[in-house]
T-cell receptor, first 115, second 117 residues
Framework: EPEVTQTPSHQVTQMGQEVILRCVPISNHLYFYWYRQILGQKVEFLVSFYNNEISEKSEIFDDQFSVERPDGSNFTLKIRSTKLEDSAMYFC?????????????FGPGTRLTVT | AQTVTQSQPEMSVQEAETVTLSCTYDTSESDYYLFWYKQPPSRQMILVIRQEAYKQQNATENRFSVNFQKAAKSFSLKISDSQLGDAAMYFCAYRISYGGSQGNLIFGKGTKLSVKP
C-alpha cells in the first residue's frame, strides 16, 4: 500500500539555524499539508499546498516558514531561523480528490528538537 | 470558527470490554466530514473511521463505530472488544467539505486510551 514518507525521523538543530523537513507524498495525490504537534498538545494545521502554490495557511505559518515542491515528488517545509518553540513533531499529509476520497494520509512525522 | 472538543483527556478500559470516547464540535456549516485518528506511541497518525455529515447512518469499521448526532454536534467513537493494541491517543478531527477549501483538518486535544489486560 502506498504511504507518505518523511525524512529525517529526528532532527536536532541549534536555535537560529535553518532546517528543511522533507516529505514524499503518495504519488497520485494532489493536495499536500503540513501539521505540527508540540509535545502533549493537539495537532495543528500549518499550511496546505495545491497546484504548486500555498492554498491556506494558519497564523502559525509566519515568514519564518516556507514550503516547496521542488521536483514533483518531494514536498519540503523550511524553517529559516529556528526558535526553541519550534520544537515539535511535524507531520506531512497528502490526499487525492477523486470522488469522495477525502482522506488525508499522514507520514510518520519528523521530530524537530531545537536547542 | 470551527472548533473540536474532546472532554476526556484520559480513558481506561479492560481488555475485551467496550469504551466510548466523546467528541463535540462547533460549526455553522451543514456539509463536512468528521474523523477519528489513532496515534500510537510511534506517533504516526492512522485513520480509524470517517463520517460524512450528510449521511444519517453511523459509520462502522470492524470493532470501531461512531454515534453521530448532527443536531447535537456530537461524534463519539465506540471501540468494542478492546485489545491491547488499541492503546493510543485518539484524536477527533473535523474537515469542511465545500470545494473552495483545501480541507485542512481541525483536531481536538485528544484522549489517551489505556487498555488493561
Amino acid at each position: 500500500e502506498p504511504e507518505v514518507t518523511q525524512t529525517p525521523s529526528h532532527q536536532v538543530t541549534q536555535m537560529g539555524q535553518e532546517v528543511i523537513l522533507r516529505c514524499v507524498p503518495i504519488s497520485n495525490h494532489l493536495y499536500f499539508y503540513w501539521y505540527r504537534q508540540i509535545l502533549g498538545q493537539k495537532v495543528e494545521f500549518l499550511v496546505s499546498f495545491y497546484n504548486n502554490e500555498i492554498s491556506e495557511k494558519s497564523e502559525i505559518f509566519d515568514d519564518q516558514f516556507s514550503v516547496e515542491r521542488p521536483d514533483g515528488s518531494n514536498f519540503t517545509l523550511k524553517i529559516r531561523s529556528t526558535k526553541l518553540e519550534d520544537s515539535a513533531m511535524y507531520f506531512c499529509a497528502s490526499r487525492t480528490d477523486r470522488g469522495l476520497s477525502y482522506e488525508q494520509y499522514f507520514g510518520p512525522g519528523t521530530r524537530l528538537t531545537v536547542t | 470558527a470551527q472548533t473540536v472538543t474532546q472532554s476526556q483527556p484520559e480513558m481506561s478500559v479492560q481488555e475485551a470490554e467496550t469504551v466510548t470516547l466523546s467528541c463535540t464540535y462547533d460549526t455553522s456549516e451543514s456539509d463536512y466530514y468528521l474523523f477519528w485518528y489513532k496515534q500510537p506511541p510511534s506517533r504516526q497518525m492512522i485513520l480509524v473511521i470517517r463520517q460524512e455529515a450528510y449521511k444519517q447512518q453511523n459509520a462502522t469499521e470492524n470493532r470501531f463505530s461512531v454515534n453521530f448526532q448532527k443536531a447535537a454536534k456530537s461524534f463519539s467513537l465506540k471501540i468494542s472488544d478492546s485489545q491491547l493494541g488499541d492503546a493510543a491517543m485518539y484524536f477527533c478531527a473535523y474537515r469542511i467539505s465545500y470545494g473552495g477549501s483545501q480541507g485542512n483538518l481541525i483536531f481536538g486535544k485528544g484522549t489517551k486510551l489505556s487498555v488493561k489486560p
